[in-house]
Nanobody, 119 residues
């Protein structure tokens, strides 16, 4: 089993910044893709950003130019630097991890961390 733990959420004013962290631990064989999703009240969970083990990234259009995803493969940790935050970024942010064991790839979710952008 793989445990996924997020940290770094909180309350920030519009235009401010936050940095989320997510660490995977446990029965890790090969972490492939790591990513961040978010879910606002009454809305579906959506992809924010993800990064492969090789460093390739993709972002939701709504966060391009404001958010940056990065990872430390040695620590099985992924980060999300969020700048120029807007009220519409308010959501619960979830870390998503894919762990490949031989030919099988399993996915794991963190418990979520609340990000609130408000004045």
């Amino acid at each position: 089993q793989v445990q996924v733990v997020e940290s770094g959420g909180g309350l920030v004013q519009p235009g401010g910044s936050l940095r989320l962290s997510c660490a995977a631990s446990g029965s890790i064989f090969s972490i492939t893709t790591m990513g961040w999703y978010r879910q606002a009240p009454g809305k579906q969970r959506e992809l924010v950003a993800r990064i492969t083990s090789g460093g390739s990234t993709n972002y939701a259009d709504s966060v391009k130019g404001r958010f940056t995803i990065s990872r430390d493969n040695a620590k099985n940790t992924v980060y999300l630097q969020m700048n120029s935050l807007k009220p519409e970024d308010t959501a619960v942010y979830y870390c998503h991890v894919r762990n490949r064991v031989w030919s099988t790839e399993n996915e794991y979710w963190g418990q979520g961390t609340q990000v609130t952008v408000s004045s």
